[in-house]
């Protein structure tokens, strides 16, 4: 005996007519009749009455009606309940400070909209562990600065920005040489993060080098320096925008600048994905 046989007995118990339980089933009269025919043999008694015009249960059928009914009842609730599984588990994000900080919430409220029950675990760490705790299933989705050139991930580039020079509303030079600028206070990011690492190369390529007087791993605490006075910042300009237009800060334009960034999501390439870290992959491919 086994599910579909139980199925279709009961709807047959519950239409008393094979035609209308083939019916709804989708099922065709003799595959109906056939599953019957074995499920009676394997009883080894009749289990329905055949009338003139329908069928009714003998008392060895309504006997194996009440002893199937639970059965198959847990059975669909079973059934019901497997699309959720997946659901629980919050969806494991490692981001870099930059996307975190400006886009990162606005995309997750996005897809909320259309997948209210998913969840998520979001954490801010340098390029370098976010992609450690990738390899090691730590989390399943990781947002970093600048390009990886990994075949175990699959990488998605869904947005860039370029990096601007900031300086306090009342610093009075507006336009500074590559020389000039390293002549001044600065205030940079710490060493081995995306940000200062392509300003460093892009300074190096010209043939120097920088001597922060600050650095530090939070860009906002760079940000409230320099808006105290005491040097410039080259930062991401999506992080500093609002201030900006607001005049809390002032941009100083740098000659020849060409600074940009870029953000790439990754997943591993081998590691199972859940349906809802499929479903938010499929998404980024619509980003940018």
């Known amino acids: ?18 035609t209308k339980a083939a019916t709804n089933l989708f099922l065709t ?5 056939h ?16 009338l003139h ?9 309504e006997l194996l009606l009440r002893e199937i009914q639970p059965i198959i009842e847990e059975f ?3 059934e019901a309940r497997l699309p959720d599984l997946e659901k629980q588990p919050p969806l494991k994000i490692a981001s870099c400070i930059t996307y975190a900080q400006t886009e990162l919430p606005q995309l997750l409220r996005r897809f909320s909209v259309n997948h209210p029950e998913a969840h998520f675990n979001v954490q801010v760490f340098p390029a370098s562990e976010s992609i450690a705790r990738l390899e090691t299933g730590e989390v399943d989705l990781a947002f970093i600065e600048g390009k990886v050139q990994q075949v175990s991930f699959q990488a998605k580039k869904i947005a860039d920005y370029r990096l601007c020079v900031v300086a306090a ?17 600065l205030l940079l990011r710490e ?34 320096a320099v808006k105290a006075g005491f040097g410039l910042s080259v930062l991401p300009y999506r992080l500093v925008k609002e201030e900006l237009l607001l005049g809390k800060l002032t941009e100083v334009k740098i000659t020849d600048w060409q600074l940009t960034n870029d953000i790439t999501a990754l997943v591993r390439k081998s590691r199972y994905q859940s349906r809802i870290l499929a479903e938010f992959w499929k998404m980024l491919h619509q980003v940018n």
């Open 191 to 224: 060493r081995g993060s995306a940000v200062r690492e392509a300003f460093e190369s892009f300074v190096v390529l010209q043939g120097f080098k920088p001597f922060p007087i600050w650095e530090s791993v939070d860009s906002q605490a760079l940000v409230s």
């Open 35 to 50: 599953a019957i025919k074995d499920l009676e043999e394997e009883a080894g008694t009749q289990l329905f009455e055949r």
């Open 76 to 78: 669909e609730s079973v």
């Open 53 to 61: 015009r329908s069928v009714k249960l003998t008392p060895a059928g």
């Open 169 to 185: 509303p009342d610093f009075a030079e507006k336009q500074l040489s590559l020389p000039e600028l390293l002549q001044r206070p």
């Open 29 to 33: 009269q003799s595959a109906v009749s």
């Open 1 to 18: 005996m086994n599910y579909k046989q139980c199925v279709i007995f009961r709807e047959i118990a519950k239409t008393n007519n094979f």
